[in-house]
């Protein structure tokens, strides 16, 4: 499929895959996708990041490569590595066979026949269906050295192989960066890419989330569901809940046959919807009782 030629295109893209987006947001998709740069999402864990790299590719029809990054990644699994078992054997094969040209044999084991293609490596190989969605998930979770390492790949599109030489993308692929900003990104990285904060939807678009991603929930109880995750987002939390926790939450009602919110089956499922035993521990009892109770006097007053 081509690349959407609007930003209202952009838009349909994401609802074909049920990703509600804010007009903000499909501006600066369109505009890495019309300009062929990186895009750089960040945002608290859960609001959505990793999903927009998944709609993206399924939408368009091309492969998503993803790359989970964590402390320690090196280019070994991150970009490629040399298949030493083949060329310990390939070695072998030659000393058995007399071959004294040391290199020739060089030259043979360290070609394209024995190189392994990690993620970004293969995100810069040609495709039939077009050029892949590459995910860096994640890349705050890295180290510096390997963020360093993304300034040729983001910037040129291409990557050095010492034995082989510079393998470069014929056509760039597109590339989605996320970041939880559990520290900074660098200056040298967020200017090879267009930058969007992924930030908590408004009452109104989570609840169209809602209805999108947990279709069973009953039209009111998605009404309190989400009206009761936006009051614990003003709260002072460990860990406000994402849009995920929300969804999880709304299956988790819906598989009890909840109808509507009270305050026996909110402390009951907190787990479901937020991930320390803090943050539980505060708004168990008294303070899911005083939401609930804000939510129902607000219901009234609309009505």
């Known amino acids: ?25 499909a501006t600066v998709i369109f505009l890495a996708l019309k300009m062929g740069r990186p895009l750089l999402l960040e945002g608290e864990a859960g609001v959505g990041k990793t999903e927009i790299a998944k709609v993206l590719a399924d939408a368009l029809g091309r492969r998503l490569i993803r790359l989970q990054c964590y402390e320690g990644l090196d280019t070994g699994a991150a970009v490629y590595e040399w298949n030493y078992q083949a060329q310990m054997i390939e070695i072998r094969l030659a000393e058995a066979e007399g071959v004294e040209d040391r ?19 293969q995100a810069l190989a040609p495709a039939v269906e077009g050029p892949p969605v590459l995910l860096i998930d994640e890349l705050d979770r890295t180290d510096e050295p390997f963020e360093a390492y993304l300034l040729e790949v983001l910037s040129d599109f291409q990557v050095s192989v010492p034995e082989i030489g510079t393998i470069k993308a014929e056509h760039p692929p597109i590339v989605i960066v996320t970041s939880n900003r559990t520290r900074e990104i660098h200056d040298a990285l967020k200017r090879r890419c267009l930058y969007h904060w992924v930030d908590y939807p408004d009452a109104e678009r989570e609840l169209a989330i809602l209805k999108l991603k ?15 995750v936006q009051k614990l987002r003003g709260l002072d939390l460990y860990k406000n809940p994402g849009i995920a926790e929300t969804i999880d939450w709304a299956e988790a009602l819906t598989a009890l046959d909840a109808v509507s919110l009270d305050r026996q089956v909110v402390n009951d499922t907190l787990g479901a919807l937020l991930k320390y035993q803090d943050d539980i521990a505060r708004v168990a009892g008294s303070e899911a009782a005083r ?13």
């Open 1 to 25: 499929m081509s690349l959407p030629s609007s930003i209202d295109e952009t838009v349909a893209l994401l609802a074909r895959g049920n990703y509600v987006a804010d007009r903000s947001l």
């Open 214 to 228: 947990a279709p069973r929930a009953p039209e009111n109880l998605s009404r309190e569901i989400v009206a009761f």
């Open 291 to 303: 939401i609930l109770e804000e939510i129902r006097l607000a219901a009234r007053a609309a009505d």
């Open 103 to 121: 290199a020739a044999l060089g030259k043979d084991i360290f070609s394209e026949r024995f190189l392994i293609r990690r993620p970004i490596l």
